[in-house]
């Protein structure tokens, strides 16, 4: 009659070059390469290793949610809160960056907040 619902698939093992690409594109804000490497491994990856994909293309949507957040604290500049919110943002995408690798290298999926989902 009723049947108990199907557990979800288990994800499947990343190998220890895709763990490292994966921590590499948390961590590019940081080395500095901002989008650049999390674009790069998605285009690449896409096809071969889709966890490793999504990790690149979560890290992506948020250098480029980023990209627009400091675009708007520039505006902002002129009238003197813009100055605050871009420490405010430069410390929380550190942390979240630091958070979000470490999380990926535990094999766990870290959703990056207030993210705009680009890609």
Sequence with gaps: MNQPP???????????????????????????????????VYIVKKQDAPNTAEHAREALNFHIS????????????????GIPLFFVLAIGSIVLAIIASVKASEGVMYRYPLTIRFV
């Design 66 to 81: 980023l990209l627009i957040y400091s675009i708007a604290c520039l505006a902002l500049t002129v009238i003197l809160i």
């Design 6 to 40: 199907t557990p979800p698939p288990a994800p499947a093992p990343v190998s220890s070059d895709d763990k490292i690409w994966i921590i590499l594109c948390h961590l590019s804000l940081i080395l500095s390469v901002g989008f650049v490497l999390p674009l790069i």
